[in-house]
């Protein structure tokens, strides 16, 4: 398929992300909006309404990758990066129709539907950072920014609304957890979070994808640790633990390349 072809496609693929993002909060959709349905699953999971704020930052990521994909037409245009534009595209336009999809799903309370296009929709984009992460290596430096990370951010935080996404409907089937207290299992869910982080930025050093996720754990600290103390404690160690791993990540890379 000719470059401008994918262009075209990836513009109506976000446009379509962003007006079905728009209409869940202005109509909204079935009458509730995101945050509306998210009380009727009450959790201890559920972080701060402000964390939510890192949807602009994907977006605006997104904007890069969709602007570039269009100027990937031009003759001029390097032709590794046009290369890992054609790889990326058809699984973005992919993950645009998951993502709206989602949304339908959520605001008309089908909880399963959710849960399972949520799971595709991280199958997506898993396979968008791998085929990202094969071709990063032919990319300049500013070419990866635009072409890897908003999918390295994206994946850190579908990984995170992944398991919010099935903590919310364990809690509409009323599962008892086993006879343990919700706030508990919502504690080892934080340490997986905490350790596939730690895991990512130690076996691909995507420094993006850890800061998403001491992101989402500040989130969680501010709206559950007063009622949690337990939750307090374990997000904190957390955030403490994933800027440690990045900082030595960083100066690692550094070290690095001061010897090449």
């Given at each position: 398929m000719k470059a401008i072809y994918y262009g075209i496609l990836n513009l109506v693929g976000f446009a379509l992300v962003l007006t079905f993002n728009a209409l869940a909060n202005i109509l909204p959709i079935n009458g509730y909006n995101t945050g509306q349905v998210s009380a009727f699953y009450p959790n201890y999971f559920v972080p701060a309404g402000f964390t939510f704020s890192i949807w602009g930052v994907i977006y605006l990521l997104l904007m890069g990758f969709v602007i570039c994909s269009l100027l990937a037409a031009l003759p001029s245009f390097p032709t590794q990066a046009r290369k890992a534009i054609?790889?990326?595209?058809?699984?973005?336009?992919?993950?645009?129709?998951?993502?709206?999809?989602?949304?339908?799903?959520?605001?008309?309370?089908?909880?399963?539907?959710?849960?399972?296009?949520?799971?595709?929709?991280?199958?997506?984009?898993?396979?968008?950072?791998?085929?990202?992460?094969?071709?990063?290596?032919?990319?300049?430096?500013?070419?990866?920014?635009?072409?890897?990370?908003?999918?390295?951010?994206?994946?850190?935080?579908?990984?995170?609304?992944?398991?919010?996404?099935?903590?919310?409907?364990?809690?509409?089937?009323?599962?008892?957890?086993?006879?343990?207290?919700?706030?508990y299992w919502s504690a080892a869910m934080i340490l997986i979070a905490i350790i596939l982080a730690v895991l990512m930025v130690k076996k691909f050093q995507v420094v993006s994808f850890t800061l998403v996720v001491a992101w989402a754990l500040w989130g969680i600290y501010n709206a559950q640790g007063p009622a949690a103390p337990i939750l307090a404690s374990l997000t904190a160690l957390g955030i403490g633990v994933l800027i440690s791993t990045v900082l030595f990540t960083l100066i690692y890379k550094l070290r690095k390349n001061k010897m090449a």
């Amino acid at each position: 398929m000719k470059a401008i072809y994918y262009g075209i496609l990836n513009l109506v693929g976000f446009a379509l992300v962003l007006t079905f993002n728009a209409l869940a909060n202005i109509l909204p959709i079935n009458g509730y909006n995101t945050g509306q349905v998210s009380a009727f699953y009450p959790n201890y999971f559920v972080p701060a309404g402000f964390t939510f704020s890192i949807w602009g930052v994907i977006y605006l990521l997104l904007m890069g990758f969709v602007i570039c994909s269009l100027l990937a037409a031009l003759p001029s245009f390097p032709t590794q990066a046009r290369k890992a534009i054609a790889k990326a595209s058809p699984l973005f336009l992919l993950s645009c129709l998951l993502n709206a999809s989602w949304i339908v799903a959520w605001h008309y309370l089908q909880i399963e539907l959710s849960v399972v296009i949520m799971l595709l929709f991280l199958i997506t984009l898993i396979q968008l950072f791998l085929k990202s992460t094969t071709m990063a290596n032919a990319l300049t430096s500013t070419q990866k920014f635009i072409l890897q990370t908003p999918f390295i951010v994206y994946l850190g935080w579908i990984s995170v609304a992944t398991i919010a996404n099935i903590t919310a409907l364990l809690i509409a089937y009323q599962w008892n957890g086993f006879g343990i207290a919700p706030v508990y299992w919502s504690a080892a869910m934080i340490l997986i979070a905490i350790i596939l982080a730690v895991l990512m930025v130690k076996k691909f050093q995507v420094v993006s994808f850890t800061l998403v996720v001491a992101w989402a754990l500040w989130g969680i600290y501010n709206a559950q640790g007063p009622a949690a103390p337990i939750l307090a404690s374990l997000t904190a160690l957390g955030i403490g633990v994933l800027i440690s791993t990045v900082l030595f990540t960083l100066i690692y890379k550094l070290r690095k390349n001061k010897m090449a």
